[in-house]
């Protein structure tokens, strides 16, 4: 297949989503509908909301109906990384190839933005999806709050924090993404696979790819900051070095940390395995994250 | 009535129930379960959640099944003092009688507490509730994420934030507490009304009641900022002053807020005229919110 034009086509359907969803920077208090539009429509691969259509498809639902909660899911993600670049955090200057949000606007307004857009998030997460069986869209709230709460990514966030500047070991470094990272990504592929009316076998399995792909893109990630240069991050890179964080690249060497993005991926494709046609998109996503570090 | 008896056992039957629906300091991240668990259980009037209770005892239900609902009503409170203490926000030190979440501990992990209580109030407030009405779930949750967001409480601290330190009016300060504060407080009677099964007028007059609360309680509050003093408030007084905010005694004088605030009272106590013996709380609370200011 062919994942460039698939992934274009997504993004479009995700942003132009998103742009119908998010109220216009015209309505007030306009500075706040500004901030939330400029981060949230401002680039960015949009890897969480496209897993959720892909894995709707995977189990052979429509990919139409999972919008607004991959919207949702892009909202939780723009929060987090507003919050994150914030001064008392990361301080990043650059964010998705421009200033972050509190560089562009200032640091209450982008806190401010950062709330909203988590809130948001859940008023766009509850909508009613067509051809759901009932009892879904709460199972997915729970899923959705627990993957982005103190057990799932702000947690890991947490966690990131407490390992500065102090020696971490593999083990806790995975805890880090497994939490930071991974259990949001996990979530979209859970979620798009019961929207789109998956089984339990399937929804297991689904689970077990995201919680494969998710370690494998924060890997490639790591290994992009170390190798990769600004222009084609759209964000600095080499900071976790200047900032002494723990890596897989510094944790493993380049080449065992590239070896286990691989087998990562492996395992994904795995669990796919017993996945119809209609996963095509999910086994290329999974060799495309892989890919961005050759 | 007895209202002080009432509230202290509501209190304490809502925050028996945040104590334990609230992660332990224990269970990782240890610093931000704390961090939340010292913000929210550190005291504070539990307006916003007994208000859900007894709105839900207005129209003839029973609290309990409330509980959860009124317990992310103040996850939703608390969060938004956190992050309005920030010093890139009102930049507080004192809250609730005690030092403020960045200060107790750090402003990283105050952002964070503000986050994963944000987010936590959406897994509580998506717990089925005994005995009511399908559907009731999914319309408070977009209730509650419409009243938090940028419509509601985020949109009215931004327009607060506009404000500062320029020349307001009387209705430019009346729309930044009818979002800033008032949302919150309307939903959480609206809330109440619907988890006790009250019918659709029921509702109207109680979000009505609500708005009218919402206002007084506002009035109340800034007459307290002038004239109150700091150990019976629990947080520093005359910073309105200080930083040349805009408030109700200071556009108005302080006789006519505190008519204004009598006005509000009685339409509230207007507004519940058609209710039945069990909305005695609720009059008791309006009279007590305007009482605070003799």
Redesign the interface.
């Known amino acids: 297949m062919d994942l460039t034009s698939y992934l274009t086509r997504q993004r479009e359907l995700v942003e132009a989503t998103l742009d119908r969803l998010v ?1 216009p920077a015209t309505k ?2 306009a ?3 500004a901030a ?1 539009r400029y981060s949230l429509l401002g680039g960015g691969k949009r890897l969480r909301p496209i897993l959720v259509l892909a894995a709707a498809e995977a189990v052979g639902g429509a990919a139409d109906p999972a919008l607004p909660f991959a919207c949702a899911m892009e909202c939780i993600h723009t ?1 987090s990384l507003i ?1 994150d670049d ?1 001064p ?2 990361d301080d990043d200057d650059l964010r998705r190839g421009r200033a972050t949000c509190h560089k562009q606007f ?4 982008a ?2 933005a ?3 857009l ?3 998030a ?2 766009l997460a ?1 909508r ?1 999806v067509e051809g759901a069986r009932p009892g879904v ?2 199972e997915l ?2 899923l ?3 993957a ?4 799932g990514m ?2 890991g ?3 990131d ?2 390992a500065e500047e102090r020696a971490v070991d593999l083990v806790e470094l995975q805890n880090i993404h497994i939490h930071k990272t991974g259990a949001l990504i996990r979530a979209a592929c859970v979620a798009g696979g019961q929207l789109g009316g998956g089984d339990a076998e399937q929804i297991r399995a689904l689970k077990r790819y995201g919680e494969a792909i998710g370690l494998s893109f924060q890997i490639t990630d790591d290994i992009l900051d170390e190798v990769g240069d600004a222009r084609v991050m759209g964000k600095n890179t080499g900071s976790d070095r200047k900032k002494s964080k723990a890596t897989y690249p510094f944790l493993m060497g380049l080449t065992r940390a590239r070896e286990e993005a691989e087998r990562l991926t492996e395992a994904a494709l795995g669990f796919l395995e017993p996945f119809p046609a209609g996963a095509e998109p999910l086994r290329a996503l999974a060799r495309f994250i892989l890919s961005r570090t050759h």
Do not use: K
């Open positions: 109220p007030p208090p500075r706040l509908h939330m929060y919050h914030l008392a955090m200032d640091e209450a307004t806190i401010l950062g709330d909203a988590l809130t948001l859940f008023e509850v009613p869209t709460l709230i729970t959705l709050a627990q982005a709460g103190s057990a702000v947690g966030q947490m966690l924090l407490d």
